[in-house]
């Protein structure tokens, strides 16, 4: 049984290290997360801006609750994916599609792999711009302040630049 464990560990240990030299060796950024504040949203858009993988998404969670937002880049901006899945996100909806129609936004509904609905917003724009955006969906539909803890889940992006 021990030995069993044992070895089942070292195979796990092995497939990590070797997870990790690929990645590297493709280039491809390794997820990071830090806590901080509103302060950091806009380098945060400029790093998912400029990343060089296409896969690159941050999520912005409000510390202490369930309530997050998550972003893709693209081309011209960035994408809002407010997901349609709890109970508690979809009483947000009137919410997050009236702040999107105050900032100039439209919305898209997607539906997810697993058949979740999505509220897809656009945001283009220089990335202090876009920074403004999303630091007024944080405000408007969380209740965020400035000084409001929130943690940042990175993938595909550059920890030197954020």
């Known amino acids: 049984m021990v030995k069993t464990i044992v070895i089942s560990i070292i195979l ?3 497939a990590f290290v070797f997870y990790l030299y690929f990645a590297v ?17 806009t380098d945060i858009i400029k790093n998912l801006l400029f990343s060089n993988q296409d896969d690159s998404f941050v999520i912005i969670k409000v510390s202490g609750t369930e309530n ?5 880049g693209h081309d011209q901006g960035i994408q809002l994916d407010f997901p349609m ?31 979740t ?11 202090e711009n876009i920074g403004v955006a999303v630091n007024t969906f944080l405000e408007k539909v969380f209740k965020t302040n400035k000084s409001t803890k ?13």
């Open 25 to 41: 060796k493709e280039g491809r950024s390794l997820p990071f997360n830090f806590t901080g504040n509103q302060s950091q949203v």
């Open 85 to 115: 899945a709890t109970d508690q996100q979809k009483t947000l909806k009137e919410t997050i599609v009236q702040v999107g129609s105050d900032l100039g936004l439209k919305f898209e509904e997607n539906t997810g792999t697993d058949g």
């Open 12 to 14: 796990i240990v092995i």
């Open 150 to 162: 929130l943690e940042y889940e990175c993938w595909g992006l550059n920890p030197k630049t954020s």
């Open 68 to 72: 997050f937002l998550q972003f893709t």
């Open 117 to 127: 609905l999505f509220l897809d917003f656009n945001i283009s724009g220089e990335p």
